[in-house]
């Protein structure tokens, strides 16, 4: 009878460690995080200060979860600590203990990856506390300095991950936290953990556990103010945009203003009154349209008159220059034709609307009423002259 059963009985009630029927142990971890960790000179090739100085060097969140990056996790060797040297066809026997057997997720600022691991005496030292997770891989980095969001300052930015083994370590330098190249402490002039204020000093602590507690909440109260600062750099952001919306509003409402003023009205009639009396001598006397605006006038007395738009097809489709100009050649060629005067009586029609026109004008200046009461007055006594209506027909 082939029983499968999963051992907890070892491990904390909380714990996704498991016994598989071979007796490997299956358990996911934390392997990697975004943000700013720190590195001794001397990992990072630098020759420019003490090796062991440590140097700020910020992960991003879109390199560390690149999906290039997340699939290298995906079968890569456990090692029990870090080897001297990258996992590879010629060491793999001596230094593996299993494998990766998942590519890395995102799970917050962190990378998540499975593990199976085989070996009996890495299943132990887990067993024992050696439970810490170390990634080994390979970057670059781009010495640009700045500051991470977190409000902590940096002087390399680290790039295309490339992830060899994870490594089980007894105490990890940054914790849970994954650290390139990671590989055995200097047992010799091996530095104090330290941490990072808000000035770019740096202050040695007494071991490893207090340093991330107290750069932990550090990093939180200077993520607090760094948030405050930007809520209020918003509304100050978003103040300027209301006043910048207001002034535009007034520029809209003086606009509006000058528009609806009696010159502005005069001058909108006089274009209008112009506009019907060269379309009535384009398309001829009974020409009338209903539209007050003076270029749909010109565009409807072109189509009556039977001339085509050559270039645009319609005349609805030409630009307005276009349709001027050829408005303005046809009006200019029916009063020559009938400069002497003719016997269908257009001149004393063109008097007549000149007369009109002239009426319009004057009764808008006398008339000091609003703007509206004003365009009101224009459009009606537009409509009884093309209708021919007469005051007593309105009584």
Known sequence: ???????????????????????????PG????TGVQQYTAQELGLTDRPPNELVNVYRPPEEVFKPESLASYDNSDITLQHPDKFVGSTTYKEVSVGHATSAGRKFGEYVVVDHLIKDQGAIDAVNKGTAELSAGYSAEYLAQPGIAPCGTPYEFI????????????????????????????????????????????????????????????????TKKVTDSEKIILQLRDDNETLEAEKEQKDKEIDKLKEETSDAAIQRRVDQVVDAMNGARLVAGTKFSCDSMDPMTIKRQALDAAGIKSKKY??????????VNAWFDAEVDRQEEEDE?????????????????????????????????????????TFLDQRYGRKPEDKK
């Open 158 to 221: 680290q790039t295309d991950i490339r992830i060899n083994h994870i490594a089980l370590c007894d105490t990890a330098r940054a914790g849970h936290l994954a650290r390139l190249f990671d590989s055995q402490k200097p047992k010799e002039n091996q530095p104090m953990p330290q941490i990072t204020l808000d000035s770019g000093a740096k202050v040695e602590v007494a071991d490893q556990a207090t340093a991330t507690l107290i750069q932990t909440t550090f990093d939180s109260l």
């Open 30 to 33: 934390r392997v990697a995080r």
């Open 313 to 322: 097809g319609t005349w609805d489709k030409a630009p307005d220059a276009y």
């Open 340 to 380: 002497p005067g003719d016997e269908k009586g257009e001149k004393n029609t063109n008097d007549s609307h000149r007369r009109f026109a002239n009426d319009l004008n004057n009764s808008l200046r006398r008339n000091t009423g609003d703007a509206s009461q004003q365009r009101i007055a224009a459009r009606n």
């Open 1 to 27: 009878m082939r029983i499968t059963v999963t051992d907890r009985l070892s491990f904390r009630v909380d714990s996704q460690r498991k016994i598989l029927d071979n007796g490997y142990l299956s358990v």
